[in-house]
């Protein structure tokens, strides 16, 4: 008793409190200790059940409910391992940094692909306006100098653009001189990772396709010189969405941004009859990589919608119309890396 002075003014007089707050509080304590035990046999007893319908219901189950619950402990241990380790692989490549990388592939990085906005639905594509994915043409051009997909790339896109700016419908060829006047601010091209067209259904209905190299890359067009009684689409696989900075003494003499699809088209196959009025697909190939025309520049305002293609299995795959190793690979639908399908329909 010789410190009750002490005691009181540290805890108060003896008055304020009796033994039910003390019960009250440890009936709480109990209630929740108790209810936490009864989760953890309830989830107990479900997971016995849900492993015993694994086994043969017979008199050894229980050593069989035991084997799956160990294996279940093993892939979880192996699942949480897996996932350190990519982290780890993902902050070191961040760290480090793919500039070589940057400069040969055709697809965005997954870390530079920010999300796209809204768009209303009466515009007809969206590319996003980041110029994050920088790419120097020079550089580009000389780590792919190999790579048919590659292949005269500069002029082309020069020749694309100049065509854009004087409203020609057809892909012209213009002279040296004419291209020199065109200039790429920077010597530089962004790219980026999606491209979304928006399109009428055929119940009067918009929707949206979302283009990407790597998941959804094929896309559908109308052929410019289709004449009456021909097939009147053009279909291509993107494997680059790009948009680049232009001058032009007369015709932009403002810096201008221009979007482009870089593409690898495919040709109808004349030799099969497809159509509503045979009751078949339509059947394609790619071009091979060594024509003139397998390779090309698109503008995103051509591009109608998406476009689903189902390849021909029975022909199987073959490696003949395109190097393995080529820039325009960035989406493969085959179980074998660096092959096409022999023929794709057209699913309609």
Same mark, same amino acid.
Request: include cysteine.
């Given at each position: ?27 709480i ?11 953890r046999?309830n989830?107990?007893?479900k ?17 069989q ?21 990519t982290?780890?692989?993902?902050g070191?490549?961040?760290r ?11 697809c ?18 969206h ?16 780590a ?13 896109l020069?020749?694309h653009i ?5 409203s ?18 920077g010597?530089?091209i962004?790219q ?5 067209v928006?399109?009428t ?6 929707n ?7 998941t ?10 289709a004449?009456d ?6 279909y ?11 001058l032009?003494?007369?015709l932009?003499?403002?810096? $201008?941004?221009?979007?482009f699809?870089h593409?690898? %088209?495919?040709?109808? /196959?004349? @030799?099969?009859?497809? +159509? &509503? $009025?045979?009751?078949?697909?339509h059947?394609?190939? %790619?071009?091979?990589? /060594?024509? @003139?025309?397998?390779? +090309? &520049?698109?503008d ?15 022909y ?11 820039i ?21």
């Amino acid at each position: 008793m010789g410190q009750y002075v002490q005691d009181i003014q540290r805890f108060g007089s003896t008055d304020n409190y009796s033994t039910l707050i003390v019960s009250f509080s440890r009936s709480i304590i109990y209630f929740h200790l108790e209810h936490r035990a009864v989760t953890r046999e309830n989830k107990k007893h479900k997971q016995a059940k849900k492993l015993y319908g694994r086994t043969n219901k017979r008199k050894d189950f229980v050593s069989q409910v035991a084997v799956h619950y160990r294996r279940e402990q093993l892939l979880r241990r192996i699942g949480m391992k897996s996932r350190a380790a990519t982290k780890a692989v993902e902050g070191n490549g961040r760290r480090k940094g793919g500039d070589q990388e940057r400069e040969t592939s055709p697809c965005i990085p997954s870390d530079d692909r920010n999300a796209l906005p809204l768009m209303h639905p009466q515009e007809h594509h969206h590319i996003s306006s980041s110029d994050k994915a920088r790419k120097n043409i020079i550089r580009f051009i000389h780590a792919n100098s190999t790579d048919p997909a590659v292949r005269d790339f500069l002029p082309d896109l020069k020749d694309h653009i100049l065509c854009r700016l004087l409203s020609l419908e057809t892909d012209c060829t213009f002279s040296e001189d004419e291209r020199d006047q065109l200039q790429i601010v920077g010597n530089h091209i962004y790219q980026h990772g999606t491209l979304r067209v928006n399109y009428t259904t055929y119940d009067m209905r918009r929707n949206q396709d979302s283009i990407n190299p790597k998941t959804h890359p094929d896309i559908l067009l109308l052929a410019p010189d289709a004449t009456d009684g021909s097939h009147p689409y053009l279909y291509g696989r993107v494997f680059g969405i790009y948009h680049v900075n232009i001058l032009h003494p007369t015709l932009s003499p403002h810096s $201008q941004r221009i979007e482009f699809l870089h593409v690898r %088209f495919f040709e109808l /196959d004349q @030799a099969y009859l497809g +159509g &509503f $009025q045979s009751r078949r697909f339509h059947r394609i190939k %790619f071009i091979c990589a /060594d024509e @003139a025309d397998a390779f +090309g &520049f698109v503008d995103p305002t051509r591009v109608i919608r998406g476009v689903h293609l189902i390849p021909a299995f029975a022909y199987c795959s073959t490696d003949e119309l395109l190097d393995e190793r080529s820039i325009a690979r960035t989406y493969s639908d085959t179980d074998v890396t660096g092959q096409d399908w022999t023929y794709y329909y057209v699913n309609m």
